[in-house]
């Protein structure tokens, strides 16, 4: 599943007819609100000692930059998103199933100290959920791969 399909689909998802509903992207105050939130989650990230060593050697305003216009997507915003698909993004990287909950969480932190809505984050976990598959690569795989 894509960013674009698991986007699309968990807002169908939520409770309520979203014809007359702006944006999640609107509600949360657009892109201030969202650079915001994507530097408080790196802020957290970087200081987590279990997520830091993904981050080390990486050109980190280009990730924020990435992040924002992925969060604006997800968020029913502008789709000015260009970077790689999520899979080649993160290939090699060995991110764990422990891990990426741990970014998740962060994540929904971030956004409820923001004080977002609860159906925003209940939107965000959904499409967390959906392309977690497309991230996580077990230890084992990475055995086989170089195996």
Not at 41 to 49: I, M, V, W
Not at 62 to 83: A, E, S, W
Not at 95 to 123: A, F, I, K, Q, S
Request: without cysteine; negative net charge.
């Amino acid at each position: 599943m894509t960013l674009d399909e698991a986007a699309g689909t968990h807002a169908k998802e939520l409770p309520g007819d979203h014809t007359e509903t702006p944006a999640f992207y609107q509600q949360i105050g657009g892109a201030p609100a969202v650079k915001k939130v994507v530097d408080d989650l790196y802020l957290h990230a970087l200081q987590d000692e279990q997520l830091a060593p993904y981050f080390e050697g990486t050109d980190l305003p280009t990730l924020k930059r990435h992040m924002v216009l992925m969060l604006t997507k997800v968020l029913g915003g502008p789709d000015n998103y260009t970077g790689r698909e999520l899979a080649e993004a993160h290939q090699g990287l060995g991110v764990t199933g422990e891990h990426y909950e741990r970014v998740g969480h962060v994540l929904l932190g971030v956004l409820w100290e923001n004080r977002v809505g609860v159906d925003v984050l209940m939107h965000v976990a959904g499409v967390l959920a959906a392309v977690k598959e497309q991230i996580v690569r077990q230890p084992s795989d990475e055995l086989v791969r170089k195996a």
